[in-house]
């Protein structure tokens, strides 16, 4: 992926913090756009808008182009691509099925998406949206991770207990056993090592690469659930999610063996690392909330969003945007960080366009 861009011109790591500011972070005071303190760092929402049919994944190119798909359309309007700046829908794709989960291709061309009930991944032109190609997979596709070269793709098939490995180029594909009800999958940068959690098994499987063998199964590791997994800027770490509980584990990467454990929001699903690798960010879908984990010093805090059912999220490549779609009020949210050296009034918090983000009762 391309390297985190250069900070803003003036930037002072010793610069004021935001006015504005609080500790708590309650709904209520989110929602009125007031800066949340935690660590090193300062967020707060800045606006959001009604999206498509149970919107899951959630992809930022390096461009700031905003994907995310509807997985809750069959057989149209599967994945649309927002302009970051009007938070307006620019190009939707059209194909038989429902899209799940999807991942940019390293130079920014090509986004792919699984298909959820056509065992097959899909190709689409980043800018279009077009279908250019399609790749036969396992049954039920769901989380996929691509190279760092881009020419190796790797899809979890749900149903199937395997795990594929596409050579793009050539459409060859590969399947390799692992746990039942696979789901998230992270390569390491220097393409050694995929990581695949198993929902169901509780599972973590270690596929050498090299010899498309899986090395090592992590059991009894203290996550239930296992859902998604992210490798850290520095490729040293490995995090996953524990959908059954509220917390993210750690893997070192040197040994393949899991550290720590850090207590997040109920549910959380994706997990995010921001571009300068100083925070990672999850989805808490049972918490309807994102929670911010220092990976200095392996704390979290919880932020409630006005969103019901956190679900997908995705970090924008300057670091000062955070993506969160709701799967039952159907939106997507943005949280915007502020970086040491930004002017504090650089951007305004937009309002929530349409109507309501959150349907539970607390309001807007």
């Known amino acids: 992926a391309p390297d985190a861009p250069p900070r803003p011109a003036g930037y002072d790591p010793a610069a004021p913090p935001p ?5 708590s972070a309650t709904l209520g005071e989110v929602k009125r756009n007031r800066w949340v303190h935690f660590g090193a760092g300062y967020w707060r929402l800045w ?21 995310v798909t509807n997985t809750g359309y069959h057989d149209r309007d599967n994945v649309d691509r927002w302009d970051p ?3 307006e829908v620019a190009a939707t794709a059209q194909f038989k099925g429902n899209a799940v989960e999807q991942v940019l291709s390293p130079d920014q061309h090509t986004l792919y998406v699984s298909n959820f009930y056509h065992q097959e991944v899909l190709a689409l032109d980043a800018d279009t949206l077009a279908v250019t190609r399609r790749f ?12 760092a070269d881009g020419r190796t793709l790797y899809a979890s098939n749900w ?3 395997s795990t594929t490995i596409i050579d793009i180029a050539t459409g ?8 039942r009800e696979p789901r998230g999958t992270a390569a390491s940068a220097d393409g050694t090592r995929l990581y695949v959690v198993n929902f169901d098994s509780d599972t973590i499987s270690v596929i050498d690469l090299a010899t498309r063998r899986v090395v090592k199964t992590l059991g009894k590791v203290g996550c ?7 490798v850290t800027r520095d490729d040293r770490w490995v995090l996953v999610t524990c959908y059954h509980g509220r917390n993210v584990v750690v893997i070192d990467r040197q040994t393949d063996e899991v550290v720590r454990s850090i207590t997040v929001g109920q549910g959380p699903k ?22 911010i984990i220092d990976l200095a010093t392996w704390t979290a805090k919880r932020v409630p969003l006005p969103i019901w059912r956190a679900s997908g999220l995705a970090v924008s490549h300057d670091d000062r945007r955070i993506y969160v779609t709701g799967w039952d009020s159907r939106s997507l949210v943005v949280v915007q960080r502020w970086l040491p050296g930004d002017p504090i009034g650089a951007v305004s918090p937009r309002q929530p366009t349409g109507a309501c983000l959150r349907t539970n009762g607390d309001g807007c």
């Open 19 to 23: 006015s504005d500011l609080v500790r």
């Open 47 to 67: 606006g959001g808008a009604l999206a498509g049919s149970q919107p899951k994944s959630v992809t930022v190119a390096a461009s700031g182009a905003v994907y």
């Open 85 to 87: 700046v009007t938070l």
């Open 136 to 147: 036969h997979v396992g049954k039920v596709p769901k989380h996929m991770a691509i190279s």
């Open 159 to 161: 149903d199937s207990g």
């Open 172 to 179: 060859d594909a590969q399947d390799i056993a692992v746990g």
């Open 224 to 230: 239930d659930a296992p859902r998604h997994a992210v």
């Open 270 to 291: 994706t997990i995010d690392v921001s571009w300068d690798g100083a925070f990672a960010y999850t989805a808490d879908y049972t918490a309807h909330s994102m929670s």
